[in-house]
């Protein structure tokens, strides 16, 4: 069965830092760029940022720049994302998903989420 | 504010058809990157429902179905139920290789 399960998500005081998991399982995980997006308490999708199968190109949306930091362990089946100097609005649910090249880079599986939560 | 443009909300009685827009720029649909449709029922995690601008993945109904046109895009849901009541997404690329989010539109099933 094809499955992403997301971890590591919590409380956090503003300015402090988590490290999200992603494990992946039922494909060929080093096959595939992966994603993180996130949803803040009512609002919409936004994503967050992207690695190639290989982890040579990352890209990120402006606002997490060089704040968060994605990456896998292709061996481990595992996707990362470190998350440093945590604001109030980073507050969401974080969602890894994979990107299917076959489907014109469409996000085909999805995890089912991680809650993040920045409050003192 | 999302980069691409959706109604926050649509409604309609079981059995009509209604459609959701999506509207881009010449950054992201307007140049030439494929739209994707998600369905997010309350309290699960956001499922791919078109992809490719036109594409169903097996399983989803034909009553979806979508379109692109230069800057915009559309989603059109026709004999409605009311397992259809969801929040639907667009997504595509810009320029700049990032991934881009419509706002989102939350479908009522009257």
């Known amino acids: 069965e094809v499955q992403l399960v997301e971890s590591g998500g919590g409380l956090v005081q503003p300015g402090g830092s988590l490290r999200l998991s992603c494990a992946v399982s039922g494909f060929t995980f080093s096959s595939y760029w992966m994603n993180w997006i996130r949803q803040a308490p009512g609002k919409g999708l936004e994503w967050v940022a992207n690695i190639k199968q290989d982890g040579s190109e990352k890209y990120y949306v402006d606002s997490v720049k060089g704040r968060f930091t994605i990456s896998r362990d292709n061996a481990k089946n595992s996707l990362y994302l470190q998350i440093n100097s945590l604001r109030a609005e980073d507050t969401a649910v974080y969602y890894c998903?994979?990107?299917?090249?076959?489907?014109?880079?469409?996000?085909?599986?999805w995890g089912q989420g991680t809650m993040v939560t920045v409050s003192s | 504010q999302s980069v691409l443009t959706q109604p926050p909300s649509v409604s309609g009685a079981p059995g009509q058809r209604v459609t959701i827009s999506c509207t881009g720029s010449s950054s992201n649909i307007g140049a030439g990157y494929d739209v994707h449709w998600y369905q997010q029922l309350p309290g699960t995690a956001p499922k791919l429902l078109i992809y490719g601008n036109s594409n169903r993945p097996s399983g989803v109904p034909d009553r979806f179905s979508g379109s692109k046109s230069g800057t915009s895009a559309s989603l059109a849901i026709t004999g409605l139920q009311a397992e259809d009541e969801a929040d639907y997404y667009c997504?595509?690329?810009?320029?700049?290789?990032?991934?881009?989010f419509g706002g989102g539109t939350k479908l009522t099933v009257l």
């Open positions: 997504q595509s690329y810009d320029t700049s290789l990032s991934g881009v």
């Open positions: 998903a994979r990107e299917n090249n076959d489907w014109s880079d469409a996000f085909d599986i």
